[in-house]
């Protein structure tokens, strides 16, 4: 997901900082609250959304994609980031939470852990491989479909799927169920976002949606009215974390609703310094949630607050973006390799004599 500084678009920026404070909101719920309560409202595409900007930044033409600098970009942004942060997190997770340590490791090294980052990876890979065999628009949906369809099969059939493996911890993870090793059924599922992204980049300038408040006013309302709709007849359900849907095609409409109307308002705003910020290190921000979310919820403990109360999780998820903004400046100004920055690798590659330009 990242991108050279004159590459960037503040839109884009814009639209995942919005998604990102939603995350915060979403685990808010679990973390300072105890269970989800609101969030289903944009759950069909707060997630599915970062899939579809994913895409989009994949590249602006599937011709120029270049193999070899594809891969250390994934190494660079996505591979090094996480072994680092999981290696790190790992101890005082087992310390502090009730969880299986054995477990918990396998999961690291299954890339099973910290699931969202993997599967923007992964995706990437799928899609580099898939324009190295062919690097060809149609080619590249129609292998989409079929990978989607194996997924939605693996998906409604699961537990017969994997029944001749379910002892085997390190398919099977008692942790982090129905989560195959890279997370692969689910980029299966996912890969129609990533894809709409790419074809978006790549029709975008030939593509004339209306931009008035109206008009993005008329999506968000067609989304809500869908959503009460939704819960008042279909009660669809969708859990990306564990590969769990109900009313998948119907979730498909809603998340690309949702996504419309994220567009729109990303694209007539465009930017606000910082929203913009933590989009542009939206994977920092990620890694970094649940931790300051913990954080808040002992303060708002000691003060004798309701955490069960909405105001409680979306204040506390605020607060928690707050706090987490100086981690992320220390991050990028002393350890810029957590961020994935090309020249802290060309650095380090210098300094190595490594003949590796990143």
């Known amino acids: 997901m990242a991108m050279n500084f004159q590459q960037r678009k503040d839109?884009?920026?814009?639209?995942?900082g919005l998604l990102m404070i939603l995350v915060y909101v979403y685990h808010s719920e679990v973390i300072i609250g105890s269970q989800h309560s609101f969030s289903w409202w944009f759950a069909p595409f707060f997630l599915t959304g970062f899939f579809f900007l994913s895409g989009y930044l994949y590249t602006s033409n599937i011709r120029l994609v270049n193999f070899k600098e594809k891969l250390k970009q994934v190494f660079r942004t996505i591979l090094v980031p996480y072994v680092i942060f999981m290696v790190f997190m790992l101890g005082?997770?087992?310390?502090?939470?009730?969880?299986?340590?054995?477990?918990?490791?396998?999961?690291?090294?299954?890339?099973r852990a910290s699931w969202f980052v993997v599967v923007i990876g992964v995706l990437q890979i799928i899609y580099t491989c898939l324009i190295r065999i062919k690097a060809d628009l149609l080619f590249v949906s129609l292998a989409t479909i079929i990978l989607f369809g194996l997924g939605y099969f693996i998906q409604v059939n699961y537990d017969d799927f994997l029944s001749f493996v379910n002892n085997n911890i390190y398919i099977q993870s008692k942790e982090l169920p129905n989560r195959f090793p890279f997370c692969f059924?689910?980029?299966?599922?996912?890969?129609?976002?990533?894809?709409?992204g790419i074809i978006y980049r790549?029709?975008?300038?030939?593509?004339?949606i209306p931009n008035s408040w109206k008009f993005i006013g008329g999506c968000v309302v067609c989304y809500i009215g869908l959503m009460g709709l939704d819960s008042c007849f279909f009660d669809s359900h969708i859990v990306v974390v564990t590969n769990s849907y109900k009313n998948l095609p119907l979730i498909f409409i809603y998340a690309f609703v949702g996504i419309l109307s994220l567009?729109?308002?990303?694209?007539k705003v465009s930017s606000i310094r910082f929203v913009n910020y933590?989009?542009?290190?939206?994977?920092?921000?990620?890694?970094?949630?649940?931790?300051?979310?913990?954080?808040v919820r002992v303060v708002l403990l000691k003060l004798h607050i309701d955490l069960e109360s909405t105001w409680s999780i979306i204040i506390g998820a605020l607060i928690a973006v707050?706090?987490?903004?100086?981690?992320?400046?220390?991050?990028n100004r002393y350890l810029p390799v957590l961020s994935g920055q090309k020249e802290a690798f060309n650095r380090i590659s210098r300094a190595l004599n490594l003949n590796i330009q990143w």
Not at 263 to 267: A, D, G, N, R, V
Not at 278 to 294: D, E, K, P, T, V
Request: proline letters at 4%; glycine letters at 2%.
């Open 185 to 196: 059924n689910i980029c299966m599922i996912m890969s129609p976002f990533f894809l709409l």
């Open 322 to 331: 707050a706090l987490t903004f100086p981690m992320v400046m220390f991050i």
């Open 263 to 267: 567009l729109l308002i990303s694209k």
């Open 11 to 16: 839109w884009v920026d814009f639209g995942k």
């Open 92 to 111: 005082p997770k087992i310390m502090l939470l009730d969880i299986d340590a054995e477990q918990q490791i396998i999961d690291v090294l299954m890339f």
């Open 202 to 208: 790549h029709f975008e300038t030939s593509i004339l």
């Open 278 to 295: 933590i989009g542009r290190y939206s994977l920092l921000f990620y890694y970094l949630n649940a931790f300051a979310l913990r954080i």
